[in-house]
């Protein structure tokens, strides 16, 4: 049982609410007493002092007879002890108690004082509380204000083994321990509340958990607060979400590559059985032709090993300061005898402000003749195709600009996927396999810079990357 979080916390939040409730209980009972016991003293004080001033009366009426012990019994009952008159030679002038009427008080070193009744003295215990409650004993005068004695408190012992308490503290007491239990009975029924509000959303998640190990990637719990259990289930939406989305693509690559992979193998196999069987000779045409689609099938998975390792963050790069303008010059010369054969004009124009950026040189080159490629393609004969580099702070932007058709504003968010092609009736051959610019994303992503593509159609498309300027 105590394996449950719900268990775990609730025997927690008791735990510690009954510490707390003993412990409040506790200090409060000693405050109490504490408090009760010096209001105790102070009354007695001043019920002392209120006896002492009524024998001081008598005495002034009625002469020094005037303190008997009836008297002083019947003065004493209401103060709960015994009293003492003590003349200034230590005889006892007077006793409420017949125990104490043969008792006499001597004074000791220090101003201590001890009752003698007889041969046998008073506990030790006893002295000290009486000397502890009365420091100045009130003195009983009579009319010439001479003194005829003072007046000692003597306290009334319980029997051996009977404890007496205040019938007060008794009841306050017992109001306190009432009260801790009733908390605590209100602490477990809000730790109940509470437990079910706070762990409801972790079942809920745990459910979904469950759903999305046995394979369903569409369970998702509700994020209903700001706190840390929503936190947690945004986090799960968003991992369910990206697991989701790459079972998605995982499959539609998987989908594509043995499409693309299908079309040359098929080939390959038809020719090659086709030989085989005798209906075609092995002449330098038809092994040229195979020998085509064994480079087409080398490029797709050199360009599907290369787009992999850049997904993973696995792809090296030997970065240093490279100029712009020397990169662009090299991709331009790659491509130029394509473009005069398509009678495509390549124009290119860098400011003089842009600094060399920190990339690959190697890895750049390929961006910008994946881009330049892509822009031959779709760009008629006689176009142009613009070439730019400017400074955008400590950054350099560079710009590939064609004369073509354009994109469709449908199709502007996923030319950079994997085997997207924007005229699905394009082939291999007169496409591609749909991987450069996915390739030219990746390269540029794990450059640390970014790139997208804009256009109108009619009227051409822009593909734009920002890279990061090398350090002066």
Not at 248 to 259: E, G, K, M, N, P
Not at 302 to 310: F, P, Q, T, W
Not at 421 to 442: E, F, H, M, N
């Amino acid at each position: 049982m105590l394996r449950s979080l719900r268990a775990r916390l609730l025997l927690l939040t008791v735990a510690i609410a009954g510490a707390a409730l003993v412990s409040a209980v506790l200090v409060s009972r000693v405050a109490v007493r504490s408090e009760f016991r010096q209001l105790e003293r102070d009354d007695r004080g001043r019920g002392l002092e209120h006896v002492a001033e009524l024998l001081s009366e008598r005495a002034q009426r009625l002469g020094s007879a005037a303190a008997s012990d009836s008297v002083l019994a019947r003065l004493a009952a209401p103060l709960g002890q015994d009293l003492l008159l003590v003349a200034p030679d230590g005889r006892v002038l007077a006793a409420s108690s017949p125990e104490l009427a043969a008792a006499r008080v001597e004074s000791g070193a220090g101003g201590r004082v001890e009752i003698v009744n007889g041969q046998r003295r008073a506990g030790a215990l006893a002295l000290r509380r009486v000397l502890l409650m009365v420091h100045s004993p009130p003195e009983v005068r009579d009319r010439d204000h001479r003194l005829l004695g003072r007046l000692y408190p003597f306290p009334r012992e319980p029997a051996p083994g009977v404890r007496v308490e205040s019938p007060f503290l008794l009841a306050v007491e017992r109001r306190l321990w009432f009260a801790a239990l009733g908390s605590g009975v209100l602490a477990l029924l809000l730790a109940l509340a509470l437990s079910r509000r706070i762990l409801g959303p972790i079942e809920t998640l745990k459910r979904a958990v469950r759903r999305l190990g046995s394979g369903d990637l569409t369970p998702r719990v509700p994020e209903r607060s700001n706190d840390e259990i929503g936190e947690l289930s945004r986090a799960f939406n968003a991992m369910a979400g990206s697991l989701e989305r790459n079972e998605t693509l995982r499959r539609a690559l998987v989908s594509d590559v043995a499409h693309e992979l299908r079309t040359p193998l098929t080939h390959l196999r038809c020719q090659i059985e086709a030989i085989q069987d005798g209906l075609q000779s092995a002449d330098p045409a038809t092994l040229r032709s195979l020998h085509d689609e064994t480079l087409l099938l080398a490029r797709l998975v050199d360009d599907l090993h290369e787009l992999a390792l850049a997904e993973a963050g696995q792809l090296p790069l030997h970065r240093e300061p490279v100029p712009v303008a020397a990169a662009l010059d090299a991709a331009l010369a790659a491509v130029r005898a394509r473009a005069a054969e398509r009678g495509v004009t390549l124009r290119h124009e860098v400011a003089a402000a842009v600094r060399d950026v920190d990339a690959d040189p190697g890895r750049l080159g390929q961006v910008l003749r994946n881009l330049l490629d892509n822009a031959l393609t779709h760009t008629p004969p006689g176009g142009v195709i613009r070439a730019s580099a400017t400074r955008a702070g400590p950054e350099v932007t560079i710009a590939i600009e064609d004369s073509g058709p354009g994109i469709p504003a449908e199709h502007l968010p996923h030319v950079f996927d994997r085997f997207y092609r924007v005229d699905p009736s394009r082939s291999r051959t007169s496409g591609g396999a749909g991987l450069g610019l996915a390739i030219v994303r990746q390269l540029i992503e794990a450059h640390g810079g970014e790139v997208w593509a804009e256009s109108e159609p009619g009227r051409g498309a822009r593909f734009t990357l920002r890279l990061p300027a090398a350090s002066s």
